[in-house]
DNA sequence: GAGTGGTCTAGACCACGGT
DNA sequence: CCGTGGTCTAGACCACTCG
């Protein structure tokens, strides 16, 4: 009956917000569906979709056809996480970007790396480690495997002056990727690295990168102490 | 010229990713405009939109008013880690959630929460810590400020069988929040908590969530040694 | 100023999946 | 079966911003 306009599918986004929030739809209730809230906001249908599919991807609405929509149950909190390429990480910080290679070798990788890479036994792998520093001082180190099955060309790279980081990103299309955060206790080796000491807490990230089903390669990023990733959720600035 | 049907968004946008992928687009270069993609791919500019702007969301173009649209130079990899409720998270892996409040108090928090929250001097919150358990074992140590300026009726919960966690989720709303994520050493009080040991790799997440420009509660959440968050970016499967 | 993406509309058909 | 969301269309106006 309130013939008010809500024109904008934002300004419908935070209206049903609005009615999630005072509890006029509390979590797990269904919500009218998208006709009966187009004519109520006096806008098209399309309208109201735009805005409810947003909050569907954000994880605040649930959305099944036939079954309607409702507010989600289990409020999670989706957060996004970019994860940009190492040295605009750096660069990005106001520090200077320096980049060190420390080994390179054609190998059969440990069945640890194997497992993640989904390939069969006596696949070679290209093996390269290399050290990121921000204004001279270790920022991570970088351990990686390539599949040479998937990406031939890095065989003929040295990574002497480029990081396989970066050259793998420009050369070596992939459609989607796997990650994994964790806290580690850095080893005698990344101790020696990252200039800390044995047993010393250090952020990892685990990357594993596919082009459809074929794995492209496995990095493990550990981080100088003190690293951590910020992020946010939700809309709001 | 080739007049193929690409009638769904999702075909325009697989066709999009494949001609970023063989370096037709190579990063950096501007995409013909959505008008002229309509009419090669036979379809209606709205579809082309949809498409495309999906792939921005992804962070794989870049899209300007009058600029164009240009494929990213820096291709971040844009991961979505849902944050679900710690019971959630406990009994989705099939084992027991057990909650045990430690400590509950009103004070005034210590300059280093204070400053997260962004509330003035002199305010006082209420302090509660409390451990989850996972089949028994400890699984996280949950140690949170509630501000009470913004949630007063927190004050008269006692948090003995329901988590702070879980009663704000189901009666504050928030609107937004800040998360972090990074690896520390547990301190003596977390690694008699967690039945670890003093210096021992944790994983840690700070959050803070907000009403609008209200600040509800910072929480520090340690999680027993071995946790790791897992997720994926990218489209396909 | 003018080109580009951003959005809205009114209508239509379709695919999924509860009942 | 049949209601619901998912999507597409053709056209229109607007807002931003680059040149």
Redesign the interface.
């Known amino acids: 009956m309130t013939e008010l306009q809500f024109n904008s599918w934002q300004t419908i986004q935070d209206e049903v917000?609005r009615r999630?929030?005072?509890r006029d739809w509390p979590?797990g209730a269904v919500i009218p569906n998208e006709a009966d809230l187009a004519k109520e906001f006096g806008c098209a249908r399309a309208t109201v979709n735009r805005a409810l599919r947003a909050l569907a991807e954000a994880?605040i609405l649930e959305r099944r056809r036939k079954a309607g929509t409702r507010v989600a149950l289990?409020?999670?909190?989706?957060?996004?996480?970019?994860?940009?390429?190492i040295r605009?990480e750096i660069t990005g910080r106001g520090q200077a970007y320096d980049y060190r290679c420390m080994s390179r070798s054609v190998t059969r990788p440990p069945s640890r790396v194997i497992d993640r890479l989904g390939i069969q036994g006596g696949v070679d792998c290209l093996h390269v480690t290399a050290l990121h520093l921000a204004s001279g001082a270790p920022f991570v180190f970088e351990d990686r495997w390539i599949n040479l099955a998937t990406a031939p060309d890095a065989a003929e790279q040295s990574f002497d002056a480029l990081s396989a980081n970066e050259w793998l990103?420009?050369n070596i299309?992939?459609?989607?990727?796997?990650?994994?955060?964790?806290?580690?206790?850095a080893s005698e080796h990344d101790a020696t690295v990252l200039e800390t000491s044995h047993?010393?807490?250090?952020?990892?990230m685990e990357r594993v990168t596919?082009d459809?089903d074929r794995a492209i390669t496995f990095a493990r990023l550990c981080?100088a102490?003190g690293?951590?990733?910020?992020?946010?959720?939700?809309?709001?600035?």
């Open positions: 917000l999630i929030h005072v979590p994880g289990h409020p999670v909190s989706r957060a996004t996480v970019d994860i940009p390429i605009q990103l420009a299309p992939y459609t989607h990727g796997d990650i994994r955060f964790a806290a580690e206790a047993g010393e807490p250090v952020f990892v596919w459809h981080y102490p690293y951590g990733i910020v992020t946010r959720f939700g809309s709001a600035p």
